[in-house]
């Protein structure tokens, strides 16, 4: 019976929310994932002249050291009385586009999210955006690799330009990436990566917040090290996160979501492909580039997730299998490395699994004819 209902508001709401959305300006922040009025959003000043102060929102939500220095957040019409009443209804149907700072007096047009304090692109009302969750220890680098193959050779084969459109105020902050495709129907995406490690996957005292973002994103990258397998290891000991208590961990906070109907798709990516290099032949895919020609090779994709599969249980045993069979209806295994003899390879696999779940990549076929590999040097792996 809760179920039926659950099923019935979602699909109410899948009717009704747009309409409401696009009414009153409601829009999602990239980054929390929380939705908010954008005539009710701060503005960030990020004039020069500006003394930066810290922010300790957004220091916390991005896990920093210290909090960051930025420009002061100006909310307008946040005082009392009916005229400040009034535009504040008005700003619902009408946001305002800038503001002139208190402390500077300089104009802004900057926009900040009400939760988290993070940037909001300007452009957010025309481009839909998605949302991709990392949770490994060497997220950042993973991060790199990817965008660097993206953008150098690989997007042209797949028919998709990718760029920077949002540079990050601080270090912590993610950077937000545009995705066009060939298809001239098809509007451009926004996207942004949120990065988790281990530790702070495991910190139980923001596990109502984690659920909230695994639960509302569009996909999950999950990065295994084989160390936390434990037939991979010489004397059994792991010091790594084991698999399962991953899995567990991503299906228990996804389930605290409440209004959450379906598991989003999870790739479970085995770092460290140079490691497995040894006990695999010359000839085997896993050790060349993979061949996107127009679209997702699906074929190749499959079989390399059966071989995949097949290690992981080897290490860590039948029962870490069923685990994932019965916690997630979409899920895949990949395997990577970002630093196979100097160059980074198949970093891309798992991302563009993503794409085709989306309906932004198209799936195809084998290619009849193989090249041979074409590697392309990432200068800032190397230096790792």
């Known amino acids: 019976m809760y179920k039926d209902l659950r099923c019935r508001l979602t699909e109410c709401y899948a009717k009704v929310g747009p309409k409401m959305d ?51 957040l100006q909310t307008p019409c946040s005082g009392t009385g009916i005229k400040n009443y009034l535009d504040r209804f008005l700003r619902l149907f009408f946001p305002r586009s800038n503001v002139i700072c208190s402390v500077c007096s300089q104009n802004t047009e900057q926009w900040a999210c009400p939760q988290c304090h993070s940037h909001i692109p300007k452009n957010i009302q025309q481009t839909p ?27 042209l084969d797949l028919g998709i330009q ?13 950077s937000l990436y545009e995705i066009a495709t060939s298809n001239p129907d098809q509007k451009p995406l926004s996207v942004s990566f949120l990065k ?10 923001k596990r109502k917040r984690y659920g909230k973002l695994l639960s509302k994103a569009s996909g999950i990258i999950c ?6 397998l434990p037939g991979f290891s010489e004397n059994g000991k792991t010091t790594a996160l084991p698999v399962e208590k991953l899995a567990e961990g991503i299906q228990n906070l996804v389930k605290a979501s409440l209004f959450r109907m379906s598991m989003p798709p999870v ?37 390399l997730s059966r071989e995949v599969m097949g290690h992981i249980g080897t290490w860590a045993g039948p029962r870490v299998l ?25 970093v891309e ?17 084998r290619p009849e004819t193989y090249d041979g590999p074409k590697l392309v040097v990432n200068e800032n792996v190397r230096s790792q």
Request: charged share 25%.
């Open 129 to 155: 955006s998605r949302t991709f969750v990392i949770i490994g220890d060497t997220k950042k680098a993973f991060e790199e690799s990817l965008i660097f193959r993206l953008q150098e050779g690989l997007g």
């Open 223 to 228: 990065l295994i090290d084989p160390e936390g």
């Open 349 to 365: 696999d798992a991302f563009l699994w993503h794409l085709t779940k989306l309906d932004i990549l198209q799936v195809k076929s």
């Open 322 to 346: 069923r685990l994932l069979e019965s916690l997630f209806p979409k899920y895949r295994f990949f395997c990577y490395s970002l630093n196979y003899e100097g160059y980074s390879l198949r």
């Open 196 to 205: 988790l490690s281990e530790k702070e996957f495991l910190d139980k005292t």
């Open 267 to 303: 790739a479970f990516a085995l770092s460290s492909l140079e490691k497995l290099a040894p006990l695999l032949p010359s000839t085997n895919l896993l050790l060349h580039p993979s061949q996107y020609r127009g679209g997702y090779n699906e074929e190749d994709g499959k079989s």
């Open 22 to 72: 696009r009414l009153l300006h409601r829009v999602r922040c990239p980054f929390c994932l929380s939705k908010f009025l954008l005539g009710s959003a701060p503005f960030r000043c990020v004039s020069k002249p500006c003394p930066p102060i810290p922010d300790s929102v957004l220091g916390n939500f991005y896990n920093c050291a210290n909090p960051p220095k930025l420009g002061k």
């Open 162 to 174: 990718i760029k920077e459109t949002e540079a990050g105020p601080c270090p912590e902050h993610p």
